[in-house]
T-cell receptor, first 113, second 115 residues
Framework: GNSVTQMEGPVTLSEEAFLTINCTYTATGYPSLFWYVQYPGEGLQLLLKATKADDKGSNKGFEATYRKETTSFHLEKGSVQVSDSAVYFC????????????FGSGTQLTVLP | DAGITQSPRHKVTETGTPVTLRCHQTENHRYMYWYRQDPGHGLRLIHYSYGVKDTDKGEVSDGYSVSRSKTEDFLLTLESATSSQTSVYFCAISSQGGGGQETQYFGPGTRLLVL
């Protein structure tokens, strides 16, 4: 069935380390892909998105490239900060009539000073 | 930030009691959604609305009903709350439905505890 598989957490990094959070999806057609971030006690915020193959979404130093051949949308950042500590969710939505965002289970990131 | 508020933000209730959560938006967006967030499951869609009085079920709709009498308000009702409905509930809005181009914007959440 349709799903999103995210790298399990928690992930703990030192400040300025390189971050990768893996995300692969199973979907029919050509979905749009998203990364959302949830800071403690808050709702989800859109971090970045990509709507077609080979698109790269980027925001706040984070990047993710829509790889259709590997059905992946891995999140990367070259140098993390303490303020990046949050839970990160990968998600997709169908390009068809379905309106449901399908989410991964989330990856908790903690960045230590 | 998208103008979305949820009320209440926290609620404790007892099994068997009815509970209504409210989502209010100031963006005049057509589509509104209710999700629940549980550990290990990410967010799962409960119900959504594609216009006033137009609603449809999501992945985990059993035990929930919704109503939308105005564009700006989307209500989620637990007719008879159960402990399995203890969760964090998020409302989301979008200007378009499906098509792959929409972005959903989320409210701050309501934390519900059913004893």
């Amino acid at each position: 069935g349709n799903s999103v598989t995210q790298m399990e957490g928690p992930v703990t990094l030192s400040e300025e380390a390189f971050l990768t959070i893996n995300c692969t999806y199973t979907a029919t057609g050509y979905p749009s892909l998203f990364w959302y971030v949830q800071y403690p006690g808050e709702g989800l915020q859109l971090l970045l998105k990509a709507t077609k193959a080979d698109d790269k979404g980027s925001n706040k130093g984070f990047e993710a490239t829509y790889r259709k051949e590997t059905t992946s949308f891995h999140l990367e950042k070259g140098s993390v900060q303490v303020s990046d500590s949050a839970v990160y969710f990968c998600a997709w939505i169908s390009s068809g009539s379905a309106r449901q965002l399908t989410f991964g289970s989330g990856t908790q990131l903690t960045v230590l000073p | 930030d998208a103008g979305i508020t949820q009320s209440p933000r926290h609620k404790v209730t007892e099994t068997g009691t009815p509970v209504t959560l409210r989502c209010h938006q100031t963006e005049n967006h057509r589509y509104m959604y209710w999700y629940r967030q549980d550990p290990g499951h990410g967010l799962r869609l409960i119900h959504y609305s594609y216009g006033v009085k137009d609603t449809d079920k999501g992945e985990v709709s059993d035990g929930y009903s919704v109503s939308r009498s105005k564009t700006e308000d989307f209500l989620l009702t637990l007719e008879s709350a159960t402990s399995s409905q203890t969760s964090v509930y998020f409302c989301a809005i979008s200007s378009q439905g499906g098509g792959g181009q929409e972005t959903q914007y989320f409210g701050p959440g309501t934390r519900l505890l059913v004893l």
